[in-house]
């Protein structure tokens, strides 16, 4: 079976996680920001939470692969993020009556 080394480098992680925060970086400048309207802002910060936790996923598997883990409590991190993304997924679908069932 192979390990987490066998698949991803520190290399690896960075990258991703600085794609993730460029991402991130374009869905909450302002000049994104003050040119939406309302649904587009749910959105975006539907995007915004799921950044935060890919990043620290990344995080995650960088301390990892580094053999040790700092994070304090990271399960309730993700937990709360993934609670809002839901949401807000939840609210948008509701307020645009779209059918997903």
Same mark, same amino acid.
């Given at each position: 079976?192979?390990?987490?080394?066998?698949?991803?480098?520190?290399?690896?992680?960075?990258?991703?996680?600085?794609?993730?925060?460029?991402?991130?970086?374009?869905?909450?400048?302002?000049?994104?920001?003050?040119?939406?309207?309302?649904? +587009?802002? *749910? /959105?975006? =910060?539907? &995007?915004?939470?799921?950044?935060?936790? #890919?990043?620290?996923?990344?995080?995650?598997? +960088?301390? *990892? /692969?580094? =053999?040790? &883990?700092?994070?304090?409590?990271?399960? #309730?991190?993700?937990?709360?993020?993934?609670?809002?993304?839901?949401?807000?997924?939840?609210?948008?679908?509701?307020?645009?009556?779209?059918?997903?069932?």
């Amino acid at each position: 079976m192979a390990s987490l080394k066998d698949k991803f480098t520190i290399d690896d992680t960075k990258e991703l996680n600085a794609r993730i925060n460029r991402v991130l970086y374009q869905v909450t400048h302002a000049n994104t920001t003050t040119t939406v309207g309302v649904s +587009e802002l *749910q /959105l975006i =910060g539907v &995007i915004d939470h799921l950044c935060k936790v #890919s990043s620290m996923l990344c995080d995650m598997l +960088e301390q *990892q /692969l580094d =053999g040790h &883990i700092e994070t304090f409590d990271p399960y #309730s991190f993700l937990d709360r993020r993934l609670r809002t993304v839901e949401n807000g997924v939840s609210n948008f679908i509701k307020i645009k009556r779209i059918d997903v069932d």
